[in-house]
């Protein structure tokens, strides 16, 4: 027996909704509890406390301080979830932008002064607390969510195939020879994916319709490849869009063989607004774009978590 029709797997997808928490998101490190993060922390809020003194009696004298504040901007690890550097983002400056300047201290010297005539004194009628630190890691959480599809389509592929490690192809003997492995293609593998499409006959045409962009993961089970784009989407809004419309139109392309997969991996509560969409509403048009896709390219599929299980526990029967 072979595979479901794609559209099953769309079918199913629909039926059983993406969590409200997914375990492969939750980003749950305590932060505080690092002694030598919250000292450095400690002497950076009083060396911006000195600093702030002295720049109302004599600049001169506080710059003096200036090159160890600069040390600990730095050289702290997780030194940008701090009240100082937090204010940066109302001057329009970010952490990554900063460490990307030549003339740092110049900019830091600007910055402290900003900051001590417009928090200084607000922060310290308030009080401090490292509550603060952890709050602002935790708000960054979402923005460390770039591998972690991928990371939840490797650790799926483990689970349902019971292994305790999933075989990362490096060579493309290993493609070959291996029943089960992936690789990244966008994330170290390029040159792997260039020669895997040279050996397979697979034109890849996505590519030259979105800047040269390569799939996230290439993942073969037996004989079949699937080809993975893979999306964590929580919401819509203008960046969200165009990476929807990115992953759709991912599965308007294929190859000539029934073994290569075009896979849109969606996962995210974005997912749910699939299930019953407004007839006038964006999402059902957005819908109705994928079913079409899928029709005109049986081998393709487009799933979410659910989707991607029942795909993966049918694939394991072409391992016997």
Not at 229 to 243: F, V, Y
């Given at each position: 027996?072979?595979?479901?029709?794609?559209?099953?797997?769309?079918?199913?997808?629909?039926?059983?909704?993406?969590?409200?928490?997914?375990?492969?998101?939750?980003?749950?490190?305590?932060?505080?509890?690092?002694?030598?993060?919250?000292?450095?922390?400690?002497?950076?809020?009083?060396?911006?406390?000195?600093?702030?003194?002295?720049?109302?009696?004599?600049?001169?004298?506080?710059?003096?301080i200036l090159d160890e504040i600069y040390e600990i901007i730095s050289d702290t690890d997780k030194i940008q979830y701090t009240e100082f550097v937090a204010f940066w983002k109302t001057l329009d400056l970010s952490f990554s932008v900063f460490n990307k300047l030549q003339n740092q201290k110049t900019v830091l010297a600007e910055l402290l002064k900003e900051y001590c005539l417009r928090r200084k004194k607000l922060y310290d009628r308030l009080g401090y607390s490292n509550i603060t630190?952890?709050?602002?890691?935790?708000?960054?959480?979402?923005?460390?969510?770039?591998?972690?599809?991928?990371?939840?389509?490797?650790?799926?592929?483990?689970?349902?195939?019971?292994?305790?490690?999933?075989?990362?192809?490096?060579?493309?003997?290993?493609?070959?020879?291996?029943?089960?492995?992936?690789?990244?293609?966008?994330?170290?593998?390029?040159?792997?994916?260039?020669?895997?499409?040279?050996?397979?006959?697979?034109?890849?045409?996505?590519?030259?319709?979105?800047?040269?962009?390569?799939?996230?993961?290439?993942?073969?089970?037996?004989?079949?490849?699937?080809?993975?784009?893979?999306?964590?989407?929580?919401?819509?809004?203008?960046?969200?869009?165009?990476?929807?419309?990115?992953?759709?139109?991912?599965?308007?392309?294929?190859?000539?063989?029934?073994?290569?997969?075009?896979?849109?991996?969606?996962?995210?509560?974005?997912?749910?607004?699939?299930?019953?969409?407004?007839?006038?509403?964006?999402?059902?048009?957005?819908?109705?774009?994928?079913?079409?896709?899928?029709?005109?390219?049986?081998?393709?599929?487009?799933?979410?978590?659910?989707?991607?299980?029942?795909?993966?526990?049918?694939?394991?029967?072409?391992?016997?």
């Amino acid at each position: 027996m072979g595979l479901k029709r794609n559209l099953e797997y769309w079918k199913i997808s629909l039926k059983n909704p993406e969590p409200i928490v997914d375990e492969y998101y939750i980003s749950d490190e305590i932060i505080v509890d690092d002694k030598k993060l919250i000292k450095s922390i400690e002497r950076l809020r009083d060396l911006i406390t000195t600093y702030c003194v002295l720049l109302e009696k004599d600049e001169n004298s506080a710059k003096k301080i200036l090159d160890e504040i600069y040390e600990i901007i730095s050289d702290t690890d997780k030194i940008q979830y701090t009240e100082f550097v937090a204010f940066w983002k109302t001057l329009d400056l970010s952490f990554s932008v900063f460490n990307k300047l030549q003339n740092q201290k110049t900019v830091l010297a600007e910055l402290l002064k900003e900051y001590c005539l417009r928090r200084k004194k607000l922060y310290d009628r308030l009080g401090y607390s490292n509550i603060t630190v952890q709050a602002l890691y935790d708000i960054g959480a979402s923005r460390k969510k770039g591998t972690s599809g991928i990371i939840k389509i490797i650790g799926l592929a483990k689970e349902k195939f019971n292994l305790e490690k999933l075989s990362h192809f490096r060579k493309i003997e290993d493609i070959k020879i291996q029943k089960l492995g992936y690789f990244l293609p966008d994330s170290g593998d390029e040159k792997l994916f260039r020669n895997f499409c040279k050996n397979f006959n697979i034109r890849y045409k996505f590519s030259d319709e979105h800047q040269g962009k390569l799939p996230d993961v290439v993942l073969k089970v037996g004989n079949h490849f699937l080809i993975i784009e893979a999306k964590h989407i929580k919401e819509s809004g203008g960046a969200q869009d165009k990476q929807i419309d990115e992953i759709i139109k991912f599965i308007k392309h294929s190859e000539n063989s029934k073994f290569i997969h075009y896979t849109s991996f969606l996962d995210g509560i974005y997912f749910n607004n699939f299930i019953l969409p407004p007839k006038s509403s964006k999402v059902y048009r957005q819908k109705q774009e994928i079913k079409e896709h899928l029709k005109n390219n049986p081998n393709n599929f487009f799933l979410n978590t659910a989707g991607i299980i029942c795909l993966f526990q049918d694939l394991k029967k072409f391992l016997k």
